[in-house]
């Protein structure tokens, strides 16, 4: 398989999950004050960046900004439910995916349409 399509995809998912950290770990620690937890939400996004930029040229040559944008957001939930259950132990109910598979269904209607 061309490098070119799996590339992006496993940049945007370590992106993603860099992300969900930034947005969601200070969760774990309340009590430090919220200037700590911005600039360490700060600092892990820095490197989300340093995934998603690239990710997002070298997609740019295979996929459309449609694709490219549906790519983003279905890993993002992905990793939402990684961080969410790993971190928090917070499990997917059946409608979290079924609302997921929604989701799925409309990525896949992007990526019939290129």
Same mark, same amino acid.
């Given at each position: 398989?061309?490098?070119? +399509? !799996?590339?992006?995809?496993?940049?945007?998912?370590?992106?993603?999950?860099?992300?969900?950290?930034?947005?969601y770990g200070h969760l774990? *620690?309340?009590?430090?004050?919220? @200037? =700590?937890? =911005? +600039?360490?939400?700060?600092?892990?996004?820095?490197? %989300? #960046? @340093? +995934?998603?930029?690239?990710?997002?040229?070298?997609?740019?040559?295979? #996929?459309? +900004? *449609?694709?490219?944008?549906?790519?983003? %957001?279905?890993?993002?939930?992905?990793?939402?439910?990684? =961080?969410?259950?790993?971190?928090?132990?917070?499990?997917?109910?059946?409608?979290?995916?079924?609302?997921?598979?929604? !989701?799925?269904?409309?990525?896949?209607? !992007?990526?019939?349409?290129?």
């Amino acid at each position: 398989m061309d490098r070119a +399509l !799996i590339l992006p995809v496993v940049m945007l998912a370590g992106s993603n999950l860099f992300m969900n950290l930034a947005w969601y770990g200070h969760l774990k *620690a309340p009590n430090k004050a919220l @200037w =700590v937890a =911005v +600039l360490a939400s700060w600092g892990i996004a820095f490197f %989300e #960046y @340093w +995934l998603a930029v690239p990710a997002n040229r070298v997609g740019s040559k295979v #996929y459309s +900004l *449609a694709q490219l944008k549906t790519l983003q %957001e279905v890993m993002s939930l992905t990793a939402f439910v990684v =961080v969410a259950w790993g971190l928090f132990g917070v499990r997917p109910t059946w409608q979290h995916l079924a609302g997921f598979a929604l !989701i799925a269904a409309g990525a896949a209607l !992007i990526f019939r349409s290129n």
